[in-house]
Nanobody
Framework: QVYVAESGGASVQAGGSLRLSCVIS????????MGWFRQGPRKAREGVAA??????YYPDSVKGRFTISQDNAKNTLYLQMDSLKPEDTAIYYC??????????????????WGQGTQVTVSS
């Protein structure tokens, strides 16, 4: 069963921009919280953006550069990434969950996951 499907990853130069998209379907549509996560080479998975009841959350590493948004009518989540840096290189995952408590940027709180899309930023 595929309830989350992200796309839009590509190879870009430092300073460039990308927009990732994520289509939510099935049981995942009932989720109240959605987020974007990434896992770079030799790194643990980390949250880069989340949205819950209209509030957005970002870690300091991407704040001011990344923007999460959603279109409920289309069951689609977006991640706009600007001023990309080489350290942003990673596989990016879209995720959704029926959030209860804890951090919205903690991967362990999410139930539904996409397969990932590769983002590569060169110097």
């Amino acid at each position: 069963q595929v309830y989350v499907a992200e796309s839009g990853g590509a190879s870009v130069q430092a300073g460039g921009s990308l927009r990732l998209s994520c289509v939510i379907s099935g049981d995942a549509v009932k989720s109240n919280c959605m987020g974007w996560f990434r896992q770079g080479p030799r790194k643990a998975r980390e949250g880069v953006a989340a949205i819950l009841y209209g509030s957005t959350y970002y870690p300091d590493s991407v704040k001011g550069r990344f923007t999460i948004s959603q279109d409920n009518a289309k069951n689609t989540l977006y991640l706009q990434m600007d001023s990309l840096k080489p350290e942003d290189t990673a596989i990016y995952y879209c995720a959704a969950t029926d959030f209860d408590k804890g951090s919205t940027l903690d991967p362990s709180n999410y139930k539904y996951w996409g397969q990932g899309t590769q983002v590569t930023v060169s110097s």
